[in-house]
């Protein structure tokens, strides 16, 4: 992937957009979690007059080797069928979208399967499946940027046709085993403290998930470099996240934050580069154990908490009317002085 200028969000309107929040008919602080949205939204835009333009969420989907490990209840199959589901429009992800009119764009990034051609299928296949991690480096460095130059080329074509707020979700049985061992190997976290459920495990399936993590960072214990990290333990559908997540941020878009996995890539797109978190919002806190941490070592308010654990992207698609929602305030409500209200002396 070619180098980005992924610059820090210009701090020099903040005050206008404070006042403007402030001033508007409502004691101050009272739209709460909304202020905030709006705040980030216009910091992103530079502006006091946000607007949302043709709101997309690209999903991606990609198996992995380190299913050989038993560390998922589902088997590998579900990701391709799966897919099958979103093009049919039948999956969770298909009707929030279409409840929210949010373009949905489905991405084979490199599922074990041979996908008849379909035009609703995006063919960003890089291998079918990773590598199993606690052998090898689940992909090789080129596959790893040939995957985030994939994510950005999507981006910059959503650009180009006027999107402006994008968010991700993903597909891939395994990989919540995979997004574990990112955060672990970028934060310095346990496997212990970072291994969850996934889909179902049990507290003895989750025993094993982390020992099976853990086993693996200690093969990989000389990995150092950002890039080779991602490559060395995540997966298809994660590289591209991450290299789309980091061409939307270059692009002054605003990103909406998803789950555990998607939030695995923004920890690996923040390690390339720090400022690319001015640029997102973060959907909801998730119910995988180590979403939580996730959030925390992004330094990140959850906008939403529903207990959601499915992925796919859904986290995002619910937030965006709220999104919606603080665009509109900033937009459309009277000021004090507009609607002859007395503000507080
Ligand atoms: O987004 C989340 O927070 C999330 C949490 C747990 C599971 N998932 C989904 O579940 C799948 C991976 O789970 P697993 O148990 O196979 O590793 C994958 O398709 C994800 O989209 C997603
Ligand atoms: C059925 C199913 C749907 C999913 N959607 C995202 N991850 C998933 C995992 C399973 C198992």
Do not use: W
């Not at 429009?89 to 399967?113: E, H, K, S, W, Y």
Request: hydrophobic share 45%; charged share 15%.
């Amino acid at each position: 992937m070619q180098e980005l200028q992924i610059n820090a969000v210009s701090t020099e309107l903040n005050k206008a957009i404070q006042q403007k929040i402030d001033l508007k008919t409502k004691p101050l602080g009272a739209l709460g979690m909304l202020e905030k949205i709006a705040f980030k939204v216009c910091q992103i835009q530079q502006t006091t007059t946000p607007q949302l333009s043709k709101p997309a969420i690209l999903v991606c989907a990609g198996d992995h080797g380190i299913t050989q490990e038993k560390v998922s209840p589902f088997p590998q199959e579900v990701t391709f069928q799966m897919v099958m589901n979103f093009l049919g429009g039948g999956a969770a992800i298909n009707v929030f979208c279409r409840q929210n009119n949010i373009q949905l764009l489905v991405a084979d990034t490199g599922v074990n399967f041979d996908f008849e051609a379909n035009e609703q299928l995006l063919d960003l296949k890089v291998r079918k499946g990773t590598r199993n991690f606690a052998v090898e480096p689940a992909m090789t460095r080129e596959e790893c940027q040939t995957a985030m130059t994939n994510g950005a080329k999507v981006i910059e074509q959503l650009h180009l046709e006027g999107t402006n707020i994008v968010g991700f979700g993903e597909m891939g049985i395994g990989n919540t085993t995979a997004a574990t061992a990112l955060l672990c190997k970028y934060t310095g976290i346990s496997a212990n403290e970072a291994s969850g459920a996934g889909t179902g495990l049990d507290a003895e399936g989750i025993l094993h998930k982390a020992s099976v993590i853990d086993k693996a960072l200690q093969l990989h214990a000389e990995i150092s470099h950002p890039l080779d990290i991602l490559a060395t333990f995540g997966g298809y559908e994660i590289a591209t996240i991450c290299g789309a997540i980091l061409k939307a941020a270059e692009l002054n878009m605003v990103i909406l934050s998803d789950g555990f996995i998607a939030t695995s890539a923004l920890i690996a797109a923040h390690a390339i580069n720090p400022n690319v978190t001015d640029y997102c919002l973060f959907a909801h806190e998730s119910n995988e154990q180590g979403h939580k941490l996730m959030l925390k070592h992004l330094k990140a308010e959850p906008i939403l908490h529903l207990g959601l654990r499915l992925g796919e992207g859904t986290g995002s698609a619910v937030a965006y009317p709220l999104v919606q929602s603080a665009v509109c305030f900033m937009n459309e409500m009277s000021s004090f002085e507009d609607a002859g209200v007395s503000n507080k002396e």
